[in-house]
């Protein structure tokens, strides 16, 4: 069977590498984890021949990657790595932690344990699926930890965003992301909420949060919209830091919090690249 190696990217936290074949496009990618901080991922696979990964195959062998985990028979559960995912509806997270009983449970080592529950999870994590990764290592150096799948085939996927609400979106592909690219939806046509300084609204513009764990804390951009007044920039991300659309792509598996300031949900939808 032929088969083309590919190097899709390379940069900030990530890179991967994908198989092309006749049936499908399977690879995998490295995350560089900050230690002791907070890390937003995102899930850019299938299980491989289709549907969502299960939480224990989001991250391949997390101790052995050197995630840190623990026990209730160690009392160390306190020093786990934790896993936090977020539902926009309740502004909540569910929680589950990485176990580790230093062999005393074997079967249970290296599974995430659903805090509400005391016992191994089997949630699914679909293609496009976020979540935090708190580190409980030291500060200062970082960890790498692979995913692999299958690259979806779908030609497009919608994450459906809550109005006035904090959402946790990624690209649900193992490409990296224009920000204002080609391939990046019409938001406001889809109903997203924009804003511009000539319109004096841009507080009401709905904005895009993106994570930088190494100084605990975010990159704005705002939506534009002058209502036609400059036509060419409406629909546009605006980084909050220069007042120009920006040129910014997010590396694959980097999630965005977006920010919704509208009355209603709409569909944020991504488009395949490959």
């Given at each position: 069977m032929k088969k083309l190696m590919m190097t899709l990217a390379a940069g900030l936290t990530v890179s991967a590498l994908l198989a092309v074949d006749s049936e499908n496009i399977v690879g995998y990618q490295t995350l560089d984890i900050t230690d002791g901080k907070l890390n937003m991922i995102s899930v850019p696979w299938e299980a491989v021949g289709g549907g969502a990964l299960s939480i224990q195959e989001m991250l391949n062998d997390p101790l052995g990657a050197g995630l840190q985990g623990g026990s209730i028979w160690l009392d160390n559960v306190a020093d786990a790595d934790i896993v936090k995912v977020w539902n926009p509806a309740t502004s909540g997270y569910k929680d589950y932690y990485l176990y580790d009983s230093g062999g005393e449970y074997a079967g249970w080592d290296g599974q995430w344990i659903d805090n509400a529950s005391g016992q191994p999870s089997t949630d699914p994590f679909a293609k496009g699926?976020?979540?935090?990764?708190?580190?409980?290592?030291?500060?200062?150096?970082?960890?790498?930890?692979?995913?692999?799948?299958?690259?979806?085939?779908?030609?497009?996927?919608?994450?459906?965003?809550?109005?006035?609400?904090?959402?946790?979106?990624?690209?649900?592909?193992?490409?990296?992301?224009?920000?204002?690219?080609?391939?990046?939806?019409?938001?406001?046509?889809?109903?997203?909420?924009?804003?511009?300084?000539?319109?004096?609204?841009?507080?009401?513009?709905?904005?895009?949060?993106?994570?930088?764990?190494a100084t605990s804390g975010y990159k704005d951009y705002y939506l534009y919209d002058s209502g036609g007044e400059y036509a060419g920039w409406d629909g546009q991300w605006i980084d909050d830091s220069t007042g120009m659309p920006t040129e910014d792509a997010l590396p694959i598996g980097k999630p965005f919090w977006y920010l919704s300031k509208g009355s209603g949900g709409f569909d944020f939808t991504f488009t395949k690249t490959y």
């Amino acid at each position: 069977m032929k088969k083309l190696m590919m190097t899709l990217a390379a940069g900030l936290t990530v890179s991967a590498l994908l198989a092309v074949d006749s049936e499908n496009i399977v690879g995998y990618q490295t995350l560089d984890i900050t230690d002791g901080k907070l890390n937003m991922i995102s899930v850019p696979w299938e299980a491989v021949g289709g549907g969502a990964l299960s939480i224990q195959e989001m991250l391949n062998d997390p101790l052995g990657a050197g995630l840190q985990g623990g026990s209730i028979w160690l009392d160390n559960v306190a020093d786990a790595d934790i896993v936090k995912v977020w539902n926009p509806a309740t502004s909540g997270y569910k929680d589950y932690y990485l176990y580790d009983s230093g062999g005393e449970y074997a079967g249970w080592d290296g599974q995430w344990i659903d805090n509400a529950s005391g016992q191994p999870s089997t949630d699914p994590f679909a293609k496009g699926s976020t979540f935090w990764l708190l580190s409980k290592a030291d500060v200062g150096g970082t960890t790498a930890v692979t995913q692999a799948g299958q690259a979806p085939a779908a030609a497009s996927v919608v994450a459906a965003i809550t109005a006035g609400k904090l959402n946790m979106v990624a690209n649900p592909y193992p490409t990296a992301y224009e920000l204002n690219g080609a391939a990046a939806p019409d938001l406001l046509a889809a109903g997203a909420q924009g804003g511009s300084i000539w319109l004096d609204n841009v507080a009401d513009a709905d904005i895009l949060k993106v994570w930088n764990p190494a100084t605990s804390g975010y990159k704005d951009y705002y939506l534009y919209d002058s209502g036609g007044e400059y036509a060419g920039w409406d629909g546009q991300w605006i980084d909050d830091s220069t007042g120009m659309p920006t040129e910014d792509a997010l590396p694959i598996g980097k999630p965005f919090w977006y920010l919704s300031k509208g009355s209603g949900g709409f569909d944020f939808t991504f488009t395949k690249t490959y």
